[in-house]
């Protein structure tokens, strides 16, 4: 393998002298063009049209999702919905103990046929404070944080509770009115 270069050198010479016949190339190119013939581009302009569809459709998607990212960004700064929490952290405290407290209230309530009315009326009354907390958190969000938008959230809170403290006491009576008119009286 390794050759001396002077001897690739007077090998050259050789193959030099061993050269193609003349014609041999074109021949050679007429076989190959009779055996494989070229495929004519009978739909060049079509693949150019598409290539450019393809490519201003691309375009067109890239400015949509460009633009949509900058409309969520704005969007979704201002649907931030601001709460108690966002105001300051005990406030956060006493929005999650309010709202543990009513939760923890509801769960406690246990209907019956004899309280669904009771019950309908003082949910009406519950969710109608909901609503007006959910108006007080927009208002919130529209205007500077105020301390009589932050009283008014806690009242409503406080307000909500006592409703749902109330409604247990008039469940137990119900209850304990029941219970004494079901035990038999001792004269």
Do not use: C, W
Request: a neutral charge.
């Amino acid at each position: 393998m390794a050759q001396n270069i002077k001897d690739l050198l007077k090998n050259e010479s050789e193959v030099t002298k061993n050269k193609l016949p003349e014609g041999h190339k074109m021949r050679f190119e007429n076989r190959l063009d009779n055996e494989f013939p070229k495929k004519k581009n009978q739909f060049s302009f079509l693949r150019i049209a598409a290539s450019f569809l393809i490519l201003m459709s691309l375009a067109y998607a890239g400015f949509n999702y460009l633009n949509d990212d900058k409309n969520d960004i704005v969007k979704t700064e201002e649907t931030k919905v601001k709460s108690l929490a966002n105001v300051s952290p005990e406030l956060k405290k006493v929005e999650e103990f309010y709202l543990a407290q009513i939760s923890y209230q509801i769960s406690k309530i246990k209907i019956s046929t004899e309280n669904k009315d009771l019950l309908a009326i003082y949910l009406s009354q519950l969710s109608m404070l909901q609503q007006e907390y959910k108006e007080l958190n927009l208002e919130l969000n529209t205007d500077v944080v105020s301390e009589v938008t932050i009283g008014k959230l806690i009242e409503n809170l406080q307000l909500r509770l006592q409703l749902l403290r109330e409604l247990k006491k008039k469940l137990k009576l119900i209850e304990d009115l029941k219970t004494e008119q079901n035990e038999p009286s001792i004269a």
